[in-house]
């Protein structure tokens, strides 16, 4: 079955420097890769997603590139807030309707 | 919409007692998934359904059991409970049909003593 790895487990910036945290996954299958944000006590939330047939998705201060020959992918977030504070996960699966599989999660704490 | 409801938010059990932890989406959604998160860790896949009716195991399904009688509710049921189910419990759900964004429920915070 397919396997995550996330990397690091915790990662501190200054504020408005960038973070970037990084993941693996096993099965060359897996097309759908999304990234959660989640806050203490609260549930994931969605902050972005890519597909196979995609390299690179950018969404304001966020953006996730694709390597699948490599099976890696990554999420870079620029000019970091004390708000981005929280723990993301990254995930993968087969297509969006199939269960993700989970990263165990990046706690990134931005300091002002 | 409410999107997907849990009840209760917070639960203690005793070692051996049974319950049922309800989820419910009022998005029409086929897809509904059960995670659950234990403290400093990723969320695994204990059971899902990819419609009424039809339900599979996930990676962790051991002491769990679940239906689906309807397209809106995905009741999880821990029978003989034991501290290892000690977990924040989440339900998901997806649209299909193209739509991949997993809606999550608030959780389920359960404790066994």
């Known amino acids: 079955g397919e396997n995550v790895e996330q990397h690091p487990s915790t990662l501190s910036v200054q504020e408005g420097d960038s973070a970037v945290i990084k993941c693996t996954y096993s099965?060359?299958?897996?097309?759908?890769f999304p990234w959660y944000k989640q806050e203490l006590g609260k549930r994931p939330q969605l902050i972005i997603d890519?597909?196979?047939?995609?390299g690179e998705k950018k969404d304001q201060r966020i953006a996730v590139t694709l390597n699948k020959t490599a099976k890696h992918f990554s999420l870079h977030i620029t000019e970091t807030q004390p708000e981005d504070s929280a723990v993301y996960f990254c995930?993968?699966?087969?297509?969006?309707?199939?269960?993700?599989?989970f990263g165990k999660g990046t706690r990134l704490s931005v300091i002002a | 919409n409410a999107g997907v409801t849990q009840t209760p938010k917070f639960r203690i059990l005793k070692i051996g007692q049974s319950m049922t932890l309800q989820c419910a989406q009022d998005?029409?959604?086929?897809?509904m998934y059960w995670y659950r998160q234990d403290p400093g860790m990723g969320l695994k896949l204990i059971y899902y359904?990819?419609?009424?009716?039809?339900?599979d195991k996930g990676e962790v399904p051991n002491g769990y059991n679940v239906s689906r009688s309807t397209t809106e509710d995905f009741p999880l049921r821990l029978e003989l409970a034991a501290p290892s189910q000690t977990s924040v419990y989440f339900c998901?759900?997806?649209?299909?049909?193209?739509?991949?964004?997993?809606?999550f429920g608030p959780g389920t915070r359960l404790t066994v003593t």
């Open positions: 995930a993968a699966s087969h297509s969006g309707n199939t269960p993700l599989v």
């Open positions: 099965d060359s299958a897996s097309n759908y």
């Open positions: 890519i597909r196979s047939n995609v």
């Open positions: 998005m029409n959604h086929n897809y």
């Open positions: 359904s990819v419609g009424a009716g039809i339900t």
């Open positions: 998901a759900s997806v649209a299909g049909g193209g739509h991949y964004e997993q809606y």
